[in-house]
């Protein structure tokens, strides 16, 4: 299964407890956009125009601008808010029954009325399609959704999943015309049906268009009157061609660094701004803990002292990058720095010599660094190879890199080939549930082989219990320590998000925060 946040799209030099309540937004036609359109360019794909299937940066992209989802995240902010929904709470003590009450007046795209039974319809068809390249596993903790009357919802759960308002406020909860999607396969017309700020007009290998949805009722407000996106596909020059003549007003995702520097006309002047933003995608090693090398605890403490997180985010990301030192990434609920704390933030080659020698190893550790160019972008093998010439440089290790196309680098991965690997994550939604509730357990997504017993079947639980999230702060503290102290896999760097744009145009910045929801509607151009 090709999970979405499984993926890390490689940095730019790489290639609620309480009832939410939000007041009704226009209906009158205020919504229908105004300025001119924008072009933005795009290294990603588009997989999937039904919300059923995609599970992939470009598809979510296209979810979030055309569809409505009960809940969304505001721009800046981690905390779902009410969108489709007037309000929603958790029902009980113990966060298994959510309720949402509907807005009055939603339309779709094509003037149908949206309702509870739209919603129903589009959550239980997810589930039933469960679809290999689709959203169902977000979705899993639903037992059953009742819908007592047109505008209410109530889902029925069947654990304690405190974090159930992000998964349904992100790309797995867009809302369907039950007219329009079949409840039992997936539509495969290229077309999309949504009650969001814009519908989509057309799509094609090239391009898709998108205009203001006029039937929209929520609180955006466009600032422009429409959205053209042209697909690159990794092609890195064709995109700064195209950003430095100007048929591009933006590039996102895969305009390199040492492009940017580039982008300047005859008399120096820059022709293009950096838009900085929060990011949350992170990239681990891994090791199987089941391999007779990198099982071992005393030589995954040697790597942690000896890996040099800065020197891989200046030589081989140029600086877009941010070094990490917990499974929790920065600007996360319940973040700390643990590998800071026990590891150091420089490499400590004496520390990791005496670390070894009290394991009674005293030769070179033999090791492999397995490394996958076709996900990950190329850098990544460039990284690795600076990684095992730092172990290298200590004298301690004897390690070397292989470089695996990434169809069979999942399968030897299944099959614990590897002892030590890479793997990056793209986040669902900015909580640190997700970065931590899918790497843990017998069937984790690492297929490393780790299963902490206290993580597994005490921690994690009681986090999912806890509807103020702040409340299981405290928990994920004791859980980041767990990995530092156990080292099951060595966080490397969190990206950072980054848009290049020409200076005409505005609004950027609130589609680069840590949600990771890119928001056609705040983007202008003068």
Known sequence: MIRRNQWLAAPLGAATAAALLSGCGSTDGSNAGSGKGVVMGISDKVKATDPASGYDPGSWLLF?????????????????EPDAAQACAFEGADSKLYKCTLRSGLKFSNGNALTSKDVKHSFERTLKINDDNGPAVMLSSIAGIDAPDDKTVVFRLKTSDATFPSKIASGAGSIVDHTEYPADKLRTDGKAVGSGVYKLDSI???????????????????????????????DQAALKKVLESGDVDFAFRGLAAKDIAGLADKTGNQKVEVVQGTGAEVEHLVFNM?????????????????????????????????????????????????????????????????????????????????????????????EFQLIAKQLNDSGLFEADVKSIEFEQYEKDIQEGKYGVYVKGWVPDYPDADNFTQPFFGPDNVLRNNYDNKE?????IPSTSAKSDRSAANADYVRLQDIVADEIPILPLWQGKQYAVTRPNVTGLQWSLDASTVFRFWEISKG
């Not at 205009?211 to 697909?231: E, L, Q």
């Open 64 to 80: 979030n601008n055309v569809f409505q989802s009960l809940l969304s995240f505001p721009k800046g902010g981690t905390t779902p």
């Open 204 to 234: 094609s290998e090239k391009s898709a268009n998108f205009s203001v949805n006029s039937s929209y009722t929520g609180r955006a407000k466009p600032k422009n009157s429409g959205v053209t996106m042209k697909f690159f596909n990794e």
């Open 455 to 459: 993580i597994s079947g005490t921690i």
């Open 290 to 382: 089941n391999d007779p090398v990198a099982g071992k605890l005393p030589i995954r403490k040697a790597i942690a002292y000896l890996v040099d997180r800065e020197a891989l985010v200046k030589d081989v990301y140029d600086g877009t990058a941010t070094s990490l030192y917990s499974i929790v990434p920065a600007g996360i609920a319940g973040h700390t720095t643990p590998f800071f704390d026990r590891y150091g933030g420089s490499p400590q080659p004496e520390k990791a010599k005496a670390v070894l020698r009290a394991a009674n190893i005293k030769d070179k550790v033999k090791i492999t660094l397995y490394s996958t160019p076709t996900r990950y972008g190329p850098s990544t093998d460039q």
